[in-house]
């Protein structure tokens, strides 16, 4: 709010000035619109000259050395003439970075001529240093205080980075080591929890067919076997009749237990033995899957 006053009244300055020029000369006034300043604080420097209407007269810009100023940017009024005298003005927006504790600064206007130009200086502008720091006392006074202070501990990345080394070389060498029979052993223990998730479901297909013999069971029932043994081995037990599959297994008997299951489903009849024959079925498939474990083991 201060500096808009402060620009209000340089206008109106300004116009009241002009009558009181004087005739043939270029004069020059420059103030800081403030009396003080913190340490790079955003300063405004008043620039204003009146000089005959015929002559050339330039303001500074930009480029100009402001010393230990910092130029941010520059405000300009319009020219006022009036009984042959011209009027101009701008403010120039900058910062100190002098740590002196009052700064005299000053800057000029130049009057054009045809091969030079004349430097027109008014007064030095002072500002002061407005300290935000209070100063230090020539003898320091020193609070006793016991009172534990609990400093956290830095942590050792060091250490740390030559454990991790450390259990790195560890895992390698073990792997190497024993990598073989660890992966053996992963190898059968899929393949003992693919046999407890196929007992779950055949339990729960064989008691529904015992109980209730239809046509839906029994399919569900041959379908579970066949799906878990094309998994155990790779081969296409789904594809296979019974006589392909006896044959592949070397069990002539396993015709009959196929039989009994699929008189359920073409014939719609059941036979007293239904149990026993899943009960062969099951036996088959857990012989199948302890060779499979024991080829894990011995020639893998």
Same mark, same amino acid.
């Given at each position: ?132 720091? +209070?100063?230090?006392?020539? =003898? #320091?006074?020193?609070?006793? /205080?016991?009172?534990?202070? *609990? $400093?956290?501990? !830095? ?101 009959? +237990?196929?039989?009994?299951? =699929? #008189?359920?489903?073409?014939? /719609?009849?059941?036979?007293? *033995? $239904?149990?026993? !024959? ?23």
């Amino acid at each position: 709010m201060d500096r808009i006053v402060k620009l209000g009244c340089l206008v109106i300055f300004l116009i009241s000035s002009i009558p009181f020029a004087q005739g043939q000369d270029v004069v020059v006034e420059g103030y800081f619109l403030q009396d003080s300043a913190k340490l790079g604080e955003r300063v405004g420097y008043v620039l204003k000259s009146s000089y005959p209407s015929d002559v050339p007269v330039i303001f500074p810009d930009s480029t100009y050395n402001f010393g230990n100023f910092e130029y941010l940017n520059k405000q300009v009024f319009s020219s006022l003439s009036e009984d042959s005298l011209t009027l101009d003005s701008a403010v120039y927006w900058i910062s100190n970075f002098s740590l002196d504790s009052v700064q005299a600064f000053r800057m000029p206007v130049f009057e054009v001529l045809n091969y030079d130009s004349i430097s027109h200086f008014p007064q030095p502008a002072m500002l002061g240093l407005t300290l935000t720091i +209070d100063e230090i006392p020539e =003898e #320091l006074a020193f609070e006793e /205080n016991n009172s534990y202070l *609990n $400093i956290p501990v !830095a942590f050792n990345y060091p250490y740390l980075i030559i454990g991790i080394s450390v259990l790195v070389i560890l895992i390698v060498l073990a792997f190497l080591v024993f990598g073989k029979g660890l992966f053996k052993r992963w190898k059968a223990y899929r393949e003992r929890k693919k046999w407890r998730t196929f007992i779950s479901n055949w339990e729960g297909s064989m008691n529904s067919l015992v109980k209730n013999p239809g046509i839906q069971e029994a399919d569900e029932l041959l379908g579970l076997w066949k799906n878990y043994l094309e998994n155990l081995t790779g081969l296409p037990y789904k594809e296979w009749t019974a006589t392909e599959i006896s044959v592949h297994l070397n069990k002539p008997e396993i015709i009959k +237990d196929f039989r009994k299951v =699929e #008189l359920i489903i073409y014939a /719609n009849r059941v036979d007293d *033995n $239904i149990q026993e !024959a899943c009960d062969n079925l099951l036996n088959i498939s857990e012989g199948l899957l302890e060779e499979k474990i024991d080829k894990i083991y011995n020639h893998d």
